[in-house]
């Protein structure tokens, strides 16, 4: 089995900033790529940062220059700096891994559970 657990989500006053970590464990023979998400009340489930296993990154327009997307591949963790929040940052964040659990198996996703993020104006 594969878990993904998030850690570092709270609440925090608008121009503040909050570091959340996520780490996978389990059966994992290589992660191909890991990502935050974000899903608040009433809208979709959105993209906020990937990063693939050579270090490229991707970044949700509205996450650009304020959150900084970051990996240990050692410890199969990723991280997500989030500066100068927003109130409409506010949401649930998902941790999201592409994984091979075996070198000949094919990749699958996994989700962490979440972490609140909430931010008051």
């Known amino acids: 089995q594969v878990q993904l657990v998030e850690s570092g989500g709270g609440l925090v006053q608008a121009g503040g900033s909050l570091r959340l970590s996520c780490v996978a464990s389990?059966?994992?023979?290589?992660?191909?790529?890991m990502g935050w998400y974000r899903q608040a009340p009433g809208k979709q489930r959105e993209l906020v940062a990937a990063?693939?296993?050579?270090?490229?990154?991707n970044y949700a327009d509205s996450a650009k220059g304020r959150f900084t997307i970051s990996r240990d591949n050692a410890k199969n963790m990723v991280y997500l700096q989030m500066n100068s929040l927003k109130p409409e940052d506010t949401a649930v964040y998902y941790c999201?891994?592409?994984?091979?659990?075996?070198?000949?198996?094919?990749?699958?996703?996994?989700w962490g559970q979440g972490t609140q993020v909430t931010v008051s104006s």
């Open positions: 999201n891994a592409n994984l091979k659990r075996t070198n000949s198996g094919p990749p699958y996703t996994y």
């Open positions: 389990g059966t994992i023979f290589s992660i191909n790529a």
């Open positions: 990063i693939i296993s050579g270090g490229t990154t």
